[in-house]
């Protein structure tokens, strides 16, 4: 009996050393660093959901506004609401069924907010203004946790796959996690015309 004891003694002795120089709660730590951040993006992704329906609710009061661009504004709304991602699958194919959605909504607020010049009204409403306003805060937070979310996954990343810890990380189930890429043409610059 008291050689087990020894053996347990002696086998805590070196594991203890061995796991706590592996980086496991460094890896911990930053993986819940990684989760923090998606909740920042989710956040803000959902201020931009709130204020869409006010946005809708106020153009849609003047009656000849383009039906078609307010149902597309919807539609991507509706679509983007049930694409959600749990934190602990931040895989590729995730993370671009997610981006897909939320770039739908974007291009269709857009539009809306292009079809808008066309009624001087509705331009000087002060609700309207009011909403195209935090919408547009909310695009530039969008983008601010995005780039921290990046950044916060590049420092994750990079450490689980750092030799020693990308064996340990393996044994542990730290598994790389997927960055917001930018958006389709994104890179190519706008064709600006004045000619017309």
């Given amino acids: 009996m008291r050689k087990k004891s020894v053996l347990y003694a002696l086998a805590l002795a070196i594991l ?7 980086g496991y709660n460094r890896m911990v730590s930053m993986d819940e660093g990684v989760t923090s951040q998606w909740a920042n993006v989710e956040n803000v992704y959902q201020r931009r959901m709130d204020l869409i329906p006010n946005l809708v609710s106020t153009v849609k009061g003047y009656a000849d506004f383009e039906q078609q661009t307010l149902t597309q504004v919807i539609e991507a709304r509706a679509k983007a609401t049930q694409v959600t991602i749990d934190p602990t699958n931040l895989t590729e194919a995730n993370m671009k069924q997610f981006q897909q959605v939320q770039s739908e909504v974007s291009n269709s607020l857009s539009r809306l907010l ?41 420092s994750y990343n990079s450490y689980i796959r750092s030799f020693p810890r990308v064996i340990y990380a393996g044994w ?6 997927a960055y917001f890429e930018a958006d389709q043409g994104a890179s190519k610059a706008p064709e600006v015309n004045f000619s017309k």
């Fill in 16 to 22: 203890v050393p061995m796991f706590s120089s592996c």
């Fill in 114 to 154: 292009v079809s808008v010049e066309r009624y001087p009204d509705l331009k000087a409403n002060q609700n309207f203004l009011e909403l195209q306003a935090q919408l547009e805060g909310t695009e530039n937070r969008i983008a601010v946790e995005r780039r921290k979310f990046n950044e916060t996954v590049k």
């Fill in 172 to 177: 542990f189930g730290f598994e790389k996690k």
